[in-house]
């Protein structure tokens, strides 16, 4: 079964703080791992990319791999209520086959 | 600025009439594209893979036969909700994969098609 694994939420964390979204896979065979930001109503808005295990990071944003424990992270450091949003993590498993996980909602209270 | 172009945004319409949503990349070629539904506070709901000049795949449980996708072109997919009905209405989602733009598996969303039927 391939399935993307996320914490629903809500998570809330207050301005400034880092927030932390978690997400497991089950299928091995992915090789490329996504995270999106969604606001309400709208469409999914792609942040980073990351398919080597290790931190890559972008402004504000660090996502993490680890292949052995099929666990994607993306770190938020200076947490800002413009990051309210579901935040969805997806796992590419061939070329036509994109999986996402149900998304966290994250709050971020000035 | 936005790579895929997704219109109408917002549509009405009556039961049992038809509506049309179409989905196109910009400056890059999808051989194929993606339509999603989603229903408020639910997660993405993948509901066929558009491929172009071929018969779209479709997942388990979505009827072809009521929503019809056409993928005549590289840069246009459009989804047809047939004879729609009060429980069709969500929010419909395209996408489409650019092979030049971060790693070729990188997915691009349109801005999203809010459906209601009355």
């Known amino acids: 079964q391939k399935e993307v694994e996320q914490n629903s939420g809500p998570l809330s964390v207050p301005e400034g703080a880092i927030a932390s979204l978690n997400c497991t896979y089950s299928?091995?065979?992915?090789?490329?791992f996504f995270w999106y930001r969604q606001y309400s109503g709208k469409s999914p808005e792609l942040i980073m990319f990351?398919?080597?295990?290790g931190d890559k990071e972008d402004g504000r944003f660090t996502a993490q791999l680890n292949k052995a424990s099929q666990y994607v992270s993306l770190l938020i450091r200076d947490s800002q209520p413009s990051d309210s949003a579901t935040y969805l993590c997806?796992?590419?498993?061939?070329?036509?086959?994109?999986?996402f996980g149900a998304g966290t909602r994250l709050t971020v209270k000035p | 600025g936005a790579v895929v172009s997704q219109h109408p945004s917002r549509v009405i319409c009556k039961s049992g009439t038809s509506v049309k949503i179409e989905c196109r990349s910009l400056?890059?070629?999808?051989?194929?594209m993606f339509w999603y539904r989603q229903f408020p506070k639910k997660s993405l709901m993948l509901m066929a893979t558009?491929?172009?000049?071929?018969?779209?795949?479709?997942e388990q449980g979505v009827e072809k036969d009521k929503f019809l996708i056409n993928h005549a072109s590289l840069t246009l997919s459009t989804l047809t909700v047939t004879s729609a009905h009060p429980e069709d209405s969500s929010f419909y989602i395209c996408?489409?994969?650019?092979?030049?733009?971060?790693?070729?598996?990188?997915?691009?969303f349109g801005e999203g098609s809010w459906l209601t039927v009355v």
């Open positions: 996408s489409a994969r650019d092979l030049h733009r971060g790693p070729g598996n990188t997915i691009y």
């Open positions: 299928d091995r065979g992915s090789q490329s």
């Open positions: 990351i398919y080597s295990n």
């Open positions: 997806a796992a590419w498993y061939n070329n036509n086959d994109m999986r």
């Open positions: 400056d890059f070629q999808a051989t194929t």
């Open positions: 558009s491929n172009e000049g071929s018969k779209a795949t479709y």
